[in-house]
């Protein structure tokens, strides 16, 4: 409890350098929002117009002062109005998160469910060319970008099979769970193919350690079942680097996936950053960024949370 506290009592400080940080550094992105906003409409503008729409936008004054006013906006749960789509921006984030999320999940689970037994197999034929394979079949997942694969996937399906994957607006899971998990699914087996690789060789790796330790020789010599060291006894502990390397993976994906989103035209969260820093849309980007960053920060927690429940050895620094 006392490691919880001490962690949550970080949050606010680390969320206020991240904000500090993303204020100033797209603030130094040439250009301003109204200009980016109305395009060569801007030119139209009278410089009394122009100062009112200053005004509404709050850039009208320095950049420390600006902080402020988003900084006491922040404090009473007022991330901002955006300037592109002139909504609150809170309201438009926790709009496009659920997209992000769910792809996140699948990618998760589909990295996992092929990357741990894969990473279990090339461990335990290790000196087979099986086991072989699945390492070069590793390497290749991991040196794939998921750009060229995504390409490849709408590629293959347009030219070999005569169809695009399902584009067009984006169906949340509650309104239509078929069409949801058709728009999903490609870039879910996208994302996942490169982690899944991932997954494979820590696995491996760390099940090669594990397989040599005293307390697996001794469950053999017991006459436990090859099947029951290794899933029983070695996995458990075989797995904690895989969790810390899922945690790390999941916060990047919570933060959106921006190049797979803009391939297949998802309005996910990574899309929406994009778009905004290229609309100079200051409090859509600082609130996104914040958003991203607390995500990232519970999944960490979250991680050595389960350390503890994967090895009771672990303690995480109670005294």
Request: charged share 15%.
């Amino acid at each position: 409890m006392t490691y919880l506290l001490r962690r949550l009592a970080v949050f606010p400080l680390v969320l206020i350098g991240v904000s500090i940080v993303v204020f100033v550094a797209i603030r130094m992105v040439p250009g301003d929002a109204i200009t980016a906003m109305l395009g060569t409409e801007a030119g139209l503008l009278t410089p009394a117009q122009r100062e009112a729409l200053s005004v509404y936008f709050g850039i009208d004054q320095p950049w420390f002062v600006q902080y402020g006013r988003w900084l006491a906006g922040l404090l009473h749960g007022n991330l901002g109005i955006s300037s592109t789509y002139g909504k609150p921006v809170l309201e438009i984030i926790l709009e496009r998160f659920p997209l992000t999320l769910e792809l996140a999940l699948l990618s998760m689970l589909i990295a996992l469910v092929v990357g741990v037994p894969a990473g279990v197999f090339a461990a335990t034929h290790n000196e087979k060319f099986s086991g072989l394979g699945v390492r070069v079949a590793a390497m290749i997942g991991q040196s794939t970008p998921n750009f060229v694969l995504a390409l490849l996937i709408i590629y293959t399906l347009s030219a070999g099979f005569g169809v695009l994957p399902a584009m067009g607006e984006f169906s949340p899971l509650w309104q239509d769970p078929l069409r949801n998990l058709g728009q999903l699914i490609l870039p879910a087996i996208t994302l996942g193919f490169a982690f899944a690789a991932s997954v494979t060789r820590i696995s491996r790796s760390a099940m090669l350690d594990v397989l040599s330790d005293d307390y697996v020789r001794t469950a053999r010599s017991k006459g436990v079942s090859a099947r029951g060291v290794i899933w029983r006894h070695a996995l458990p502990n075989a797995l904690i680097p895989v969790v810390t390397l899922s945690g790390i993976e999941f916060g990047y994906l919570l933060g959106g996936a921006v190049i797979v989103e803009q391939i297949y035209a998802l309005p996910g969260l990574g899309r929406l950053v994009l778009d905004a820093i290229l609309q100079r849309d200051y409090a859509l980007v600082q609130g996104a960024v914040l958003f991203i960053a607390f995500n990232f920060m519970i999944v960490n927690l979250l991680v050595d949370l389960a350390y503890v429940a994967l090895d009771p050895r672990i303690r995480l620094g109670e005294q």
